[in-house]
């Protein structure tokens, strides 16, 4: 089993390209897309963490199709846009505003939204967020894993690293 994150994914949700800009000419490209993006990263055993903003709709039943065709245990952290069918849906494993994970021996502080300082910030933690649509200049170990940030699809702690360590050594 792998774990991954996304957050930002807005199914459903035409106020994403006053938002973010993305690159898709109709609202069901964009959600095929990331479905597609998905369910390419995702497998039906690896678990997920979904950061927030999941999905614009009220109707419980087009909130259990969109989950139901999403590969993975899915946890939901509560976005500002998560509606109460979102988060009452029982396909979510589990549904709060924050959690901490300790992967790999690194502790992950998640959250919609990015903080100015985290538990154990000093120790190491990383503040993985969403909300902010890849544009906002990140503090040391704090990383958007919203879709607009990884080429539309779902990552793992792993793959942050890397990119980081990449772009750590571009800077010397």
């Known amino acids: 089993m792998t774990i991954f994150f996304t957050s930002d994914t807005h199914f459903g949700d035409s106020r ?3 938002i973010a800009k993305r690159p898709f000419a109709t609202l069901a490209l964009h959600d095929e897309v990331l479905t597609h993006r998905w369910n390419e990263t995702v497998g039906a055993e690896d678990e997920i963490w979904h950061l927030g903003d999941f999905a614009l709709s009220s ?3 087009r909130i259990a ?3 139901a065709g999403l590969n993975g245990r899915k946890n939901l952290v509560i976005g500002n846009n998560d509606s109460a069918a979102t988060l009452a849906s029982p396909a979510w494993a589990s549904v709060q505003h924050y959690a901490e994970l300790l992967i790999d021996g690194r502790r992950c502080i998640l959250c919609h939204y990015p903080f100015r300082t985290w538990n154990q910030m000093s120790k190491g933690a990383f503040n993985l967020h969403g909300h902010s649509h890849a544009m906002l200049k990140p503090l040391p170990r704090q990383v ?4 607009d940030a990884w080429d539309y699809r779902p990552v793992m702690l792993d793959m942050i690293l890397t990119r980081r360590r ?3 050594a571009s800077q010397d």
């Open 59 to 61: 109707d419980p039943e």
């Open 144 to 147: 958007d894993v919203g879709v």
């Open 16 to 18: 994403v390209w006053r």
């Open 166 to 168: 990449k772009v750590a």
């Open 65 to 67: 199709r969109l989950l």
